[in-house]
C-alpha cells in the first residue's frame, strides 16, 4: 500500500522477502504461458463491448519503450479507443543514479515532460486522457494526474511499485554490490505525495499476489472515493499481456465520465491456471 510520508517517518518492507524468490524465478516459465493464453483468447477479447473513442495514453514499464505496449494498445485500439504510446523512449531514468534522490529529481523530470504531452493531447482532442501505467509507468501515471487533473480521465496500474520501492526485485538485484544503500528518509521522499487525494480522477490498481517482482504489499493502493484494488493471477512481465488484465481494462476504460463505479471481479480472475 502507498504510505504517504514524511521524510523523518519509519518505513515498513524495507527489502524484497525472501520468499517470493520462488515468483520471481518462475516469472520467464510463466510468461510465455501468458503469451499463448493471450493469443488463445483474441477472438474473445476482442468481442467485448466497444468503447467511446475516447483518448488513452499507456505507459511502459521500467528499461522498456512503447515497444513491449504495442499488443496492448493494439487490442485497446480494437475496442474502438483513440490509443497512444508515451513516445519518450526507454523508461530507464532510474537505472544510472548513484542515490534514491538522484533518481527522484530524474523520475520528476520525466514526469514533467510526460505531463506537457498528456496536456497537449487532451487539448488538441478536446478530452481528458485515460492513463494505462505498467510497474513504473504507474507512478508516472500518478503524477500527471495530480499535476494536471483535468486533463486526465482515469489512471489504471498494472504491477506498479506504488510504495516502498525496496521491495521490489529490481531494487535488490540493482542493489546487490550494496552500494545503492537508501535510508528511510530516501525512500519516504521518492513516496511523498503519490498517495495524496486525487482531485475527480477514478484511480483502478490492478496487482498480483504471484507477482514476482514487486511485492504485493507494496502494489495495492489505500482505500478512498474512486478507488478500486484489482487482484488477477498473473505475472509481472506478462501484465500488459494477460487476458484477464485485458478484461479488467476494457471494464475500466467503458467507465463514462463522472460515472465511475466499483468493478465486479470475477472469482476466475486469480485462477492458478
Not at 133 to 155: K, N, T
Not at 203 to 209: I, K, L, N, P, Q
Amino acid at each position: 500500500m502507498i504510505v504517504n510520508a514524511s521524510p523523518n517517518q519509519a518505513i515498513d518492507s524495507p527489502e524484497y522477502p525472501r520468499s517470493r524468490l520462488l515468483f520471481t524465478a518462475l516469472e520467464p516459465v510463466r510468461f510465455p504461458l501468458e503469451l499463448m493464453t493471450s493469443q488463445w483468447s483474441a477472438t474473445l477479447l476482442n468481442q467485448l463491448p466497444s468503447g467511446d473513442g475516447h483518448p488513452v495514453m499507456v505507459l511502459p514499464p521500467f528499461m522498456a519503450s512503447d515497444q513491449i505496449t504495442s499488443r496492448l494498445r493494439k487490442q485497446i485500439e480494437r475496442w474502438g479507443y483513440d490509443v497512444h504510446g508515451w513516445d519518450l523512449g526507454i523508461n530507464e531514468q532510474t537505472r544510472h543514479s548513484d542515490s534514491m534522490n538522484e533518481a527522484l529529481q530524474q523520475r520528476q523530470l520525466v514526469s514533467a515532460r510526460l505531463t506537457e504531452q498528456v496536456e497537449k493531447l487532451a487539448n488538441d482532442v478536446g478530452q481528458a486522457v485515460s492513463l494505462i501505467g505498467w510497474s513504473l509507468g504507474g507512478i508516472h501515471a500518478l503524477e500527471v494526474a495530480h499535476a494536471i487533473p483535468d486533463s486526465v480521465r482515469q489512471i489504471i496500474t498494472m504491477g506498479s511499485p506504488l510504495g516502498d520501492p525496496r521491495a521490489t526485485a529490481i531494487y535488490a538485484l540493482m542493489n546487490a554490490s550494496g552500494t545503492r544503500t537508501s535510508s528511510d528518509a530516501d525512500v519516504a521522499q521518492w513516496l511523498r505525495g503519490l498517495d495524496k487525494p486525487l482531485k475527480d480522477v477514478p484511480f483502478t490498481c490492478v496487482y498480483s499476489d504471484s507477482d514476482g517482482i514487486v511485492d504485493p504489499s507494496i502494489a495495492a493502493i489505500s482505500s478512498g472515493p474512486q478507488r478500486q484494488n484489482i487482484r488477477v493471477n498473473s505475472t509481472h512481465l506478462g501484465m500488459a499481456f494477460n487476458p484477464r488484465v485485458h478484461y479488467v481494462l476494457s471494464d475500466r476504460l467503458r467507465m463514462g465520465v463522472d460515472e465511475w463505479r466499483a468493478m465486479d471481479t470475477p472469482a476466475w480472475l486469480n485462477w492458478p491456471i
